[in-house]
Nanobody, 118 residues
């Protein structure tokens, strides 16, 4: 069982930057994949970025080149640095953790609101 707590959301002007943090209740080394999803009102939740315990990363095409996912193992924390924000980035952002063993286990944070004004 792992608890995920997001922080860093808020209101920002288009073109601005924001950094989201996700603190995990256990070592990041024991979590195979961590990532960020987002969901705008009336739309499906979508993957934004992911990072494996080995450091491999993956990004949605819509954010590639603007967002960067990273991890700090000493702090059991994953970050999402968001630059050049656009109004279409407005959504609730959720931290996600995936543990792969004999079966898979996934966990979600409570979400943090990001609003980008034009």
């Amino acid at each position: 069982q792992v608890q995920l707590v997001e922080s860093g959301g808020g209101l920002v002007q288009a073109g601005g930057s924001l950094r989201l943090s996700c603190a995990a209740s256990k070592s990041i080394f024991s979590i195979n994949v961590m990532g960020w999803y987002r969901q705008a009102p009336g739309k499906q939740r979508e993957l934004v970025a992911a990072i494996t315990s080995g450091g491999d990363t993956n990004y949605a095409d819509s954010v590639k080149g603007r967002f960067t996912i990273s991890s700090d193992n000493a702090k059991n924390t994953v970050y999402l640095q968001m630059n050049s924000l656009k109004p279409e980035d407005t959504a609730v952002y959720y931290c996600y953790a995936l543990i792969i063993r004999t079966t898979t286990y996934d966990y979600w944070g409570q979400g943090t609101q990001v609003t980008v004004s034009s």
